[in-house]
Protein backbone atom coordinates (compact mmCIF):
# COMPACT_ATOMS: atom_id res chain seq x y z
CA UNK A 1 0.00 0.00 0.00
CA UNK A 2 1.30 3.69 -1.07
CA UNK A 3 2.35 5.61 1.65
CA UNK A 4 0.31 9.01 2.23
CA UNK A 5 2.02 12.36 3.43
CA UNK A 6 0.16 11.76 6.74
CA UNK A 7 2.03 8.72 7.00
CA UNK A 8 5.16 10.28 6.32
CA UNK A 9 4.10 13.13 8.66
CA UNK A 10 3.43 10.78 11.18
CA UNK A 11 6.29 8.46 11.27
CA UNK A 12 8.32 8.39 14.31
CA UNK A 13 11.73 7.28 14.43
CA UNK A 14 13.38 5.63 17.61
CA UNK A 15 16.22 7.42 19.36
CA UNK A 16 19.64 5.90 19.50
CA UNK A 17 23.04 7.73 20.74
CA UNK A 18 24.70 9.31 18.23
CA UNK A 19 21.69 9.10 15.86
CA UNK A 20 20.85 11.82 13.12
CA UNK A 21 19.72 15.40 14.23
CA UNK A 22 16.23 15.46 14.73
CA UNK A 23 15.53 19.08 13.06
CA UNK A 24 17.41 18.26 10.02
CA UNK A 25 15.32 15.13 9.59
CA UNK A 26 12.20 16.81 10.51
CA UNK A 27 13.15 19.40 7.84
CA UNK A 28 13.84 16.98 5.48
CA UNK A 29 10.74 14.97 5.88
CA UNK A 30 8.55 18.17 5.26
CA UNK A 31 10.41 18.94 2.09
CA UNK A 32 9.27 14.76 1.19
CA UNK A 33 5.63 15.41 2.23
CA UNK A 34 5.57 18.67 0.03
CA UNK A 35 6.99 16.68 -2.62
CA UNK A 36 4.67 14.03 -2.20
CA UNK A 37 1.50 15.75 -2.13
CA UNK A 38 2.54 17.70 -4.64
CA UNK A 39 3.21 14.69 -7.09
CA UNK A 40 -0.04 12.93 -5.29
CA UNK A 41 -2.10 16.61 -6.97
CA UNK A 42 -0.09 16.15 -10.26
CA UNK A 43 -0.76 12.84 -10.98
CA UNK A 44 -4.59 13.43 -9.67
CA UNK A 45 -4.75 16.02 -12.08
CA UNK A 46 -3.17 13.66 -15.15
CA UNK A 47 -5.83 11.26 -14.12
CA UNK A 48 -8.73 13.69 -14.24
CA UNK A 49 -6.77 14.87 -17.61
CA UNK A 50 -6.64 11.24 -19.29
CA UNK A 51 -10.66 10.61 -18.19
CA UNK A 52 -11.55 14.22 -20.22
CA UNK A 53 -9.26 12.93 -22.89
CA UNK A 54 -10.23 9.47 -22.57
CA UNK A 55 -14.45 10.71 -23.10
CA UNK A 56 -13.14 13.25 -26.13
CA UNK A 57 -11.20 10.12 -27.78
CA UNK A 58 -14.39 8.07 -27.59
CA UNK A 59 -16.62 10.61 -28.29
CA UNK A 60 -14.31 11.29 -31.33
CA UNK A 61 -14.46 7.42 -32.17
CA UNK A 62 -18.32 7.60 -32.21
CA UNK A 63 -18.24 10.47 -34.77
CA UNK A 64 -15.72 8.41 -36.73
CA UNK A 65 -18.07 5.70 -36.54
CA UNK A 66 -21.16 7.96 -37.81
CA UNK A 67 -19.13 9.82 -40.02
CA UNK A 68 -18.13 5.97 -41.60
CA UNK A 69 -21.66 5.00 -41.79
CA UNK A 70 -22.57 7.99 -43.00
CA UNK A 71 -20.14 7.73 -45.88
CA UNK A 72 -21.58 4.01 -46.56
CA UNK A 73 -24.80 5.50 -46.99
CA UNK A 74 -23.35 8.10 -49.23
CA UNK A 75 -21.31 5.56 -51.33
CA UNK A 76 -24.74 3.00 -51.30
CA UNK A 77 -27.16 6.09 -52.55
CA UNK A 78 -24.65 7.23 -54.95
CA UNK A 79 -24.64 3.88 -56.30
CA UNK A 80 -27.89 3.29 -56.53
CA UNK A 81 -28.67 6.95 -58.09
CA UNK A 82 -26.29 5.96 -60.63
CA UNK A 83 -28.02 2.89 -61.44
CA UNK A 84 -31.07 4.13 -61.67
CA UNK A 85 -29.78 7.04 -64.09
CA UNK A 86 -28.63 4.46 -66.35
CA UNK A 87 -31.57 2.60 -66.23
CA UNK A 88 -33.57 5.22 -67.08
CA UNK A 89 -30.60 6.87 -69.98
CA UNK A 90 -31.34 2.98 -71.36
CA UNK A 91 -35.50 3.68 -70.94
CA UNK A 92 -34.93 7.44 -72.97
CA UNK A 93 -32.86 5.82 -75.37
CA UNK A 94 -34.87 2.79 -76.35
CA UNK A 95 -37.88 5.04 -76.83
CA UNK A 96 -36.07 7.28 -78.85
CA UNK A 97 -35.20 4.41 -81.18
CA UNK A 98 -38.38 3.65 -81.22
CA UNK A 99 -39.62 6.69 -82.06
CA UNK A 100 -37.13 7.29 -84.72
CA UNK A 101 -37.88 3.71 -86.44
CA UNK A 102 -41.05 5.29 -86.56
CA UNK A 103 -40.50 8.13 -87.98
CA UNK A 104 -38.16 6.67 -90.38
CA UNK A 105 -41.21 4.11 -91.30
CA UNK A 106 -43.30 6.93 -91.61
CA UNK A 107 -41.30 9.02 -93.90
CA UNK A 108 -41.04 5.71 -96.00
CA UNK A 109 -44.18 5.09 -96.22
CA UNK A 110 -45.04 8.87 -97.23
CA UNK A 111 -41.88 8.97 -99.90
CA UNK A 112 -43.71 5.37 -101.46
CA UNK A 113 -47.12 7.36 -101.08
CA UNK A 114 -45.69 10.63 -102.96
CA UNK A 115 -43.85 8.15 -105.54
CA UNK A 116 -46.95 6.30 -107.04
CA UNK A 117 -48.73 9.51 -106.76
CA UNK A 118 -46.43 10.99 -108.77
CA UNK A 119 -46.64 8.10 -111.38
CA UNK A 120 -49.98 8.10 -111.27
CA UNK A 121 -50.14 11.83 -112.31
CA UNK A 122 -47.39 11.08 -114.77
CA UNK A 123 -49.39 8.63 -116.54
CA UNK A 124 -52.79 10.77 -116.21
CA UNK A 125 -50.69 13.77 -117.67
CA UNK A 126 -49.64 11.31 -120.62
CA UNK A 127 -53.76 9.98 -120.87
CA UNK A 128 -54.30 13.87 -121.33
CA UNK A 129 -51.63 14.93 -123.19
CA UNK A 130 -52.32 11.62 -125.53
CA UNK A 131 -55.93 13.19 -126.08
CA UNK A 132 -55.36 16.70 -126.17
CA UNK A 133 -53.02 16.10 -128.75
CA UNK A 134 -56.04 13.52 -130.44
CA UNK A 135 -58.15 16.99 -130.37
CA UNK A 136 -55.80 19.07 -131.93
CA UNK A 137 -55.03 16.96 -134.64
CA UNK A 138 -58.85 16.44 -135.34
CA UNK A 139 -59.35 20.23 -134.95
CA UNK A 140 -56.63 20.73 -137.34
CA UNK A 141 -57.91 18.04 -140.00
CA UNK A 142 -61.30 19.57 -139.61
CA UNK A 143 -60.22 22.84 -140.01
CA UNK A 144 -57.94 21.72 -143.67
CA UNK A 145 -60.95 19.77 -144.47
CA UNK A 146 -64.05 21.35 -146.36
CA UNK A 147 -66.20 20.53 -143.82
CA UNK A 148 -65.07 23.83 -141.73
CA UNK A 149 -67.31 25.66 -144.53
CA UNK A 150 -70.14 23.23 -143.54
CA UNK A 151 -69.80 24.38 -140.17
CA UNK A 152 -70.28 27.66 -140.61
CA UNK A 153 -73.29 27.28 -142.42
CA UNK A 154 -74.54 24.99 -139.71
CA UNK A 155 -73.94 27.86 -137.15
CA UNK A 156 -75.14 30.39 -139.18
CA UNK A 157 -78.45 28.28 -139.30
CA UNK A 158 -78.35 27.90 -136.07
CA UNK A 159 -78.16 31.11 -135.43
CA UNK A 160 -81.18 31.99 -137.51
CA UNK A 161 -83.16 29.80 -136.06
CA UNK A 162 -82.27 31.60 -132.63
CA UNK A 163 -82.82 34.62 -133.50
CA UNK A 164 -86.75 33.68 -134.93
CA UNK A 165 -87.50 31.97 -132.14
CA UNK A 166 -86.94 35.24 -129.92
CA UNK A 167 -84.57 33.58 -127.18
Known amino acids: MPLSPIDIHNKEFGRSFRGYNEDEVDDFLERVIQDYEGLIRANKQLEEDMNRLNEKLAHYNSLEDSLSKSILVAQETAEEVKSNARKEAQLIIREAEKNADRIVSEALNKARKIALDMEE??????????RFRSLVQSQLEMMESGDWQSFDRDLARREAAIAESGL
Open 121 to 130: MQKQAAVFRA
